[in-house]
């Protein structure tokens, strides 16, 4: 059975940082492009960073210069830095495949406080 199970998430003011991890299990990933998606209450769920099988990296523009994605296969493991937070990075972080499987984890939650 397939597990994403995402950790690191919680309050800090802006300018703040955090590490966010990502532990999948059930299957090996490191075939797979991970992203880190999020969602703020009342939008649509979006992918805020990815990361090739091969180390290659893409941001959207609102996280760029900002977030960090890295992956550790031996461990099934994707993360993300965060710095520099704003409050409109405050949402539910999720990691997925990208593009994403059906499948998704509870997520863990980023409040950035003004």
């Known amino acids: 059975q397939v597990q994403l199970v995402e950790s690191g998430g919680g309050l800090v003011p802006a300018g703040g940082s955090l590490r966010l991890s990502c532990a999948a299990s059930?299957?090996?990933?490191?075939?797979?492009?991970m992203g880190w998606y999020r969602q703020a209450p009342g939008n649509e769920r979006e992918l805020v960073a990815s990361?090739?099988?091969?180390?290659?990296?893409n941001y959207a523009d609102s996280v760029k210069g900002r977030f960090t994605i890295s992956r550790d296969n031996a461990k099934n493991t994707v993360y993300l830095r965060m710095s520099s937070l704003k409050p409109e990075d405050t949402a539910v972080y999720y990691c997925?495949?990208?593009?994403?499987?059906?499948?998704w984890g509870q997520g863990t939650q980023v409040t950035v406080s003004s």
């Open positions: 990361i090739t099988s091969g180390g290659g990296t």
């Open positions: 059930g299957r090996r990933f490191s075939i797979n492009a």
């Open positions: 997925n495949t990208d593009p994403p499987m059906r499948y």
